[in-house]
C-alpha cells in the first residue's frame, strides 16, 4: 500500500477538486467533469496528472499511465476499425464536395452563370448540411451511431453521381442540396462512434487524424483532376459530370461497416442503464427526440457557444480555400503542386495541433496558436510572386491555418453530455458550415463587384480568425470523461 504521507497527499488533491466542483456536480456545458481514481490494491503508489491550463478551467485529473508503448499500440482493433469507418466515410465526403472546386469554371461555361451563383453551389450544399446534421444526430442518439452512419454515406454518394446528369444549373442546384444532407450525417453520427470508442487521453490526437481526412479527400481530389481530367477535357461538359459519377463506388463501404464495426460502447452502456431502470418501475428521463434537449437552460449556451466557435473555423476554412484553385487557375499556375503542398501541411497540422491540444495548450490554447500562426502565413500564401514562395506559403498556411480543425471533433463532442452526443455537436457544426457557407457566395459576389480574389480572400480570413477568439467565452473540455 502507499506510504502515508503519499496518502495524504492525495485526499488532499481529493478535497481541493471536491470543493472546486462539488460533489457529483457536472462541469459546464451539461458534460461530465473529471474525477479522482486512487488504486489503493496497487503496490506501486499511483501518480495523479494535472495538467495545468491558460486559465483557471477544472483541471483533468486521469488514472496514470503505466503504458510505455507507443500511443497507436494502446488503441484496439475494435477501435482503430471506428476510426478506419469514419477516416475513410471523411475523405470521399470531401472528394464529393472538393471535386466541385476544381471544376467551376466548366460549370459557368455549360450552364452560363457568373461567379456568384458558382460559388451558390457550395453554398446551399453546406447550408443543407445542417438538416442533414439535425436528422442524422438526432437518429444517433436514439438507435446508435453505426444506423445513420451508413445511411449518410449511402445518400451522398447517390446524389453526388446524380448530380453529373444534371441538364440545367437549377437541377444541379438540387442535387447539391440533396447531397449536403447525406454529408451532414457523416459528420454527426460519425465522430461521437470513433471519440466514445478511444481512450480519453488520446482523444486530441484521434481528433486530429480524423479532421486530417478531409484534406486527404481534398488532395485525392486535386491528383483526379490533374491526372484524370485531362483525359477527358476535349469535351468539357462531359469531363466534369465524370468527375461526379466517380462518387457512386463509396456506396459499396456501408457493407464493410455495418459487419465490421462495432457500435460505441458509451452509448451501448447508456441503453443498458435505462432498460434496467425501466425494468425496476423508475422514472426515466429521457426524451423521445434529443433535439430540443439541446435549447434547454442548462445547454443552450453551450450550443450558441459551440456553435460561433465551429463557424469561425467554417469562415477560415472557405475564406482561403474554396475559391484557391480559381487563383490558381487564373494566374495560369497548375493546381496540384500547390495543393498538395496545402493538403499535406494541413494533414500533419491537423495531427500535431490535435495532439498538443492534449497537452498544456489544451483545446482553446492550441486553437488560438493556429490562428496567430495561419495569419502569419497569409503574405507568402496569397501574394508572394515567386512558385517557391507561393508553395511555402500553402505549406505553411495547410500546417498552421488549418491545424485549427485538430481540435473540432474532441472540442464540440466533449462539450455535450452522452444523451445529446449526436445531435448536440451534429447541430453546432452543421449551423456553423452554414455560417461558412457564406463565404463562397460573399467572395464570387466581390469579385463581380470589382475585388481582386486575393484581397477579398486575405480580408475575410483575417475577419475570421478573430471570431475565432470567442473560443475563450466557453471552458477548457481536454480531459472530460464520456460517461452513460
Same mark, same amino acid.
Given at each position: 500500500?502507499?506510504?502515508?504521507?503519499?496518502?495524504?497527499?492525495?485526499?488532499?488533491?481529493?478535497?481541493?477538486?471536491?470543493?472546486?466542483?462539488?460533489?457529483?456536480?457536472?462541469?459546464?456545458?451539461?458534460?461530465?467533469?473529471?474525477?479522482?481514481?486512487?488504486?489503493?490494491?496497487?503496490?506501486?503508489?499511483?501518480?495523479?496528472?494535472?495538467?495545468?491550463?491558460?486559465?483557471?478551467?477544472?483541471?483533468?485529473?486521469?488514472?496514470?499511465?503505466?503504458?510505455?508503448?507507443?500511443?497507436?499500440?494502446?488503441?484496439?482493433?475494435?477501435?482503430?476499425?471506428?476510426?478506419?469507418?469514419?477516416?475513410?466515410?471523411?475523405?470521399?465526403?470531401?472528394?464529393?464536395?472538393?471535386?466541385?472546386?476544381?471544376?467551376?469554371?466548366?460549370?459557368?461555361?455549360?450552364?452560363?452563370?457568373?461567379?456568384?451563383?458558382?460559388?451558390?453551389?457550395?453554398?446551399?450544399?453546406?447550408?443543407?448540411?445542417?438538416?442533414?446534421?439535425?436528422?442524422?444526430?438526432?437518429?444517433?442518439?436514439?438507435?446508435?451511431?453505426?444506423?445513420?452512419?451508413?445511411?449518410?454515406?449511402?445518400?451522398?454518394?447517390?446524389?453526388?453521381?446524380?448530380?453529373?446528369?444534371?441538364?440545367?444549373?437549377?437541377?444541379?442546384?438540387?442535387?447539391?442540396?440533396?447531397? !449536403?444532407?447525406?454529408?451532414?450525417?457523416?459528420?454527426?453520427?460519425?465522430?461521437?462512434?470513433?471519440?466514445?470508442?478511444?481512450?480519453?487521453?488520446?482523444?486530441?490526437?484521434?481528433?486530429?487524424?480524423?479532421?486530417?481526412?478531409?484534406?486527404?479527400?481534398?488532395?485525392?481530389?486535386?491528383?483526379?483532376?490533374?491526372?484524370?481530367?485531362?483525359?477527358?477535357?476535349?469535351?468539357?461538359?462531359?469531363?466534369?459530370?465524370?468527375?461526379?459519377?466517380?462518387?457512386?463506388?463509396?456506396?459499396?463501404?456501408?457493407?464493410?461497416?455495418?459487419?465490421?464495426?462495432?457500435?460505441?460502447?458509451?452509448?451501448?452502456?447508456?441503453?443498458?442503464?435505462?432498460?434496467?431502470?425501466?425494468?425496476?418501475?423508475?422514472?426515466?428521463?429521457?426524451?423521445?427526440?434529443?433535439?430540443?434537449?439541446?435549447?434547454?437552460?442548462?445547454?443552450?449556451?453551450?450550443?450558441?457557444?459551440?456553435?460561433?466557435?465551429?463557424?469561425?473555423?467554417?469562415?477560415?476554412?472557405?475564406?482561403?480555400?474554396?475559391?484557391?484553385?480559381?487563383?490558381?487557375?487564373?494566374?495560369?499556375?497548375?493546381?496540384?503542386?500547390?495543393?498538395?503542398?496545402?493538403?499535406?501541411?494541413?494533414?500533419?497540422?491537423?495531427?500535431?495541433?490535435?495532439?498538443?491540444?492534449?497537452?498544456?495548450?489544451?483545446?482553446?490554447?492550441?486553437?488560438?496558436?493556429?490562428?496567430?500562426?495561419?495569419?502569419?502565413?497569409?503574405?507568402?500564401?496569397?501574394?508572394?510572386?515567386?512558385?517557391?514562395?507561393?508553395?511555402?506559403?500553402?505549406?505553411?498556411?495547410?500546417?498552421? !491555418?488549418?491545424?485549427?480543425?485538430?481540435?473540432?471533433?474532441?472540442?464540440?463532442?466533449?462539450?455535450?453530455?452522452?444523451?445529446?452526443?449526436?445531435?448536440?455537436? !451534429?447541430?453546432?457544426?452543421?449551423?456553423?458550415?452554414?455560417?461558412?457557407?457564406?463565404?463562397?457566395?460573399?467572395?464570387?459576389?466581390?469579385?463581380?463587384?470589382?475585388?481582386?480574389?486575393?484581397?477579398?480572400?486575405?480580408?475575410?480570413?483575417?475577419?475570421?480568425?478573430?471570431?475565432?477568439?470567442?473560443?475563450?467565452?466557453?471552458?477548457?473540455?481536454?480531459?472530460?470523461?464520456?460517461?452513460?
Amino acid at each position: 500500500m502507499p506510504s502515508r504521507p503519499t496518502s495524504r497527499i492525495r485526499k488532499g488533491h481529493a478535497r481541493q477538486q471536491i470543493k472546486a466542483q462539488g460533489p457529483g456536480q457536472k462541469s459546464q456545458g451539461g458534460a461530465e467533469g473529471p474525477r479522482l481514481r486512487f488504486d489503493i490494491r496497487s503496490p506501486t503508489p499511483l501518480r495523479s496528472r494535472i495538467v495545468p491550463t491558460l486559465v483557471d478551467a477544472p483541471l483533468p485529473v486521469t488514472e496514470a499511465d503505466t503504458d510505455t508503448r507507443p500511443w497507436y499500440r494502446q488503441v484496439t482493433i475494435e477501435q482503430w476499425r471506428a476510426f478506419w469507418a469514419v477516416f475513410l466515410g471523411w475523405i470521399v465526403d470531401s472528394f464529393d464536395f472538393n471535386i466541385l472546386t476544381f471544376i467551376l469554371i466548366d460549370i459557368q461555361q455549360s450552364f452560363t452563370v457568373d461567379r456568384a451563383l458558382a460559388g451558390a453551389l457550395g453554398t446551399v450544399t453546406l447550408a443543407m448540411r445542417l438538416v442533414g446534421g439535425t436528422i442524422a444526430g438526432t437518429m444517433a442518439d436514439k438507435w446508435g451511431r453505426k444506423l445513420p452512419l451508413m445511411l449518410s454515406v449511402l445518400w451522398f454518394s447517390l446524389f453526388a453521381c446524380l448530380s453529373g446528369f444534371s441538364t440545367s444549373y437549377a437541377m444541379l442546384f438540387a442535387l447539391r442540396a440533396l447531397f !449536403g444532407l447525406g454529408m451532414g450525417g457523416e459528420w454527426a453520427a460519425g465522430m461521437p462512434l470513433v471519440l466514445e470508442h478511444w481512450p480519453t487521453k488520446l482523444r486530441g490526437i484521434v481528433s486530429g487524424l480524423l479532421l486530417g481526412g478531409w484534406y486527404w479527400g481534398y488532395l485525392l481530389a486535386a491528383a483526379v483532376f490533374h491526372f484524370v481530367y485531362p483525359l477527358l477535357n476535349d469535351s468539357p461538359d462531359f469531363a466534369w459530370r465524370a468527375m461526379f459519377w466517380m462518387a457512386l463506388l463509396p456506396a459499396l463501404f456501408t457493407m464493410w461497416i455495418r459487419t465490421k464495426v462495432p457500435e460505441s460502447p458509451v452509448w451501448l452502456e447508456r441503453q443498458r442503464l435505462l432498460s434496467e431502470k425501466r425494468r425496476r418501475g423508475e422514472l426515466v428521463d429521457e426524451p423521445k427526440i434529443s433535439l430540443p434537449r439541446i435549447f434547454q437552460k442548462d445547454l443552450i449556451g453551450t450550443t450558441l457557444q459551440t456553435t460561433l466557435v465551429i463557424g469561425s473555423f467554417m469562415c477560415i476554412y472557405y475564406s482561403v480555400n474554396f475559391w484557391y484553385p480559381t487563383f490558381l487557375r487564373d494566374a495560369g499556375r497548375p493546381t496540384l503542386p500547390y495543393l498538395a503542398a496545402f493538403n499535406i501541411g494541413a494533414i500533419a497540422g491537423t495531427a500535431v495541433w490535435g495532439r498538443l491540444s492534449e497537452g498544456r495548450l489544451g483545446r482553446r490554447g492550441a486553437a488560438t496558436a493556429t490562428v496567430v500562426l495561419g495569419l502569419a502565413s497569409l503574405p507568402l500564401y496569397l501574394h508572394a510572386t515567386t512558385a517557391p514562395l507561393l508553395f511555402l506559403g500553402a505549406l505553411m498556411m495547410g500546417f498552421f !491555418g488549418m491545424g485549427i480543425w485538430g481540435m473540432a471533433p474532441a472540442y464540440s463532442n466533449e462539450q455535450f453530455p452522452t444523451e445529446v452526443r449526436g445531435v448536440g455537436p !451534429g447541430f453546432c457544426y452543421h449551423a456553423a458550415a452554414a455560417i461558412g457557407a457564406t463565404m463562397p457566395f460573399v467572395l464570387g459576389l466581390l469579385q463581380d463587384q470589382g475585388f481582386k480574389l486575393v484581397n477579398a480572400m486575405s480580408t475575410a480570413m483575417v475577419l475570421s480568425g478573430l471570431a475565432a477568439m470567442v473560443i475563450w467565452l466557453g471552458p477548457e473540455t481536454r480531459g472530460r470523461v464520456f460517461k452513460a
